[in-house]
């Protein structure tokens, strides 16, 4: 199973654009995650790669829990900070990754991930979660699948992702190889192997500049990947939008949704 090599400051320059840009987790779906977990107000929750603390925040603010974010990179954790404040809550904040977990964290009600899981050795993380995470609580991975954009404009980015940082969009490919494996894969290989889904499919209206700046919140176009040519990967980004919504507004239809992983 190929693993991704561990880079500690993989998302160093993007803090700010994945705060505002990327795709946020509905309410709705922390809320039924809560509910189908048996989450409590009060219960240990891990947000491991925490990033901004998207998650760490909502758990906190929706559902009461006392959340612990840990994430590698500095200038995520400051964002966590600022956007905990903004929503009044308090949340722990660890720098750290998942090779740092230990029985400090524990008890642990639910460990939950939000587009994180892919950049870590999974079964030693699930090994090491199995360690800490309480009888009856579970592992919560949570992403978001495109199902439509109109205009389409997700070709034009990746094409664009490829001349202009073709190192780690050769990484990108290699974590959708056969030989990478889903993470139900892992999953059913593990401690966590009673697996169940939740979606919450929504309909957004966004614009160019939502498009750049998601684009300078992932890895592969983040300004640090693309270095020097940042600017020329802009502007040919905006001239291709462009091309298609001269108005500059774009339909995507998503999919937020969390794998909730039981113990048997």
């Given amino acids: 199973m190929t693993i991704v090599p561990f880079e500690a400051r993989r998302f160093r320059t993007t803090a700010a654009y994945y705060s505002r840009y990327r795709i946020p987790y509905p309410d709705r779906l922390i809320e039924r995650v809560t509910e189908r977990t048996g989450l409590r107000s009060g219960d240990r929750v891990l947000d491991l790669g925490c990033g901004p603390g998207p998650l760490a925040v909502a758990f906190a603010r929706l559902a009461g829990a006392d959340v612990t974010g840990i994430d590698p990179e500095p200038e995520m954790l400051d964002a966590a900070r600022e956007n905990a404040a903004a929503a009044g809550v308090s949340i722990s904040l660890v720098q750290g990754s998942s090779y740092d977990l230990g029985p400090d964290l524990a008890p642990l009600k639910l460990a939950v991930m939000g587009r994180s899981f892919h950049w ?128 500059g507004t774009f339909t995507e239809i998503v999919e937020g949704h969390a794998l909730i992983a039981f113990r048997d």
Avoid at 203 to 219: C, H, K, Q, Y
């Fill in 120 to 247: 870590m050795d999974r079964p030693a993380t699930l090994a090491a979660l199995d360690e800490i995470i309480a009888p009856g609580g579970a592992v919560v991975l949570f992403s978001d699948r495109h199902i439509a954009a109109t205009p389409d404009w997700r070709d034009a980015l990746q094409q664009l992702s490829q001349t202009y940082s073709p190192e780690k969009s050769a990484e990108r490919q290699l974590r959708r190889a056969p030989e990478f494996g889903p993470h139900e894969t892992v999953l059913l290989r593990s401690p966590f192997r009673n697996l169940e889904r939740i979606g919450i499919v929504n309909e957004r209206l966004i614009g160019t500049e939502d498009i750049v700046g998601r684009a300078f919140s992932m890895s592969v176009t983040s300004p640090q990947a693309l270095g020097d040519r940042t600017e020329e990967f802009e502007a040919a980004l905006r001239s291709e939008l462009a091309a298609l919504s001269p108005d």
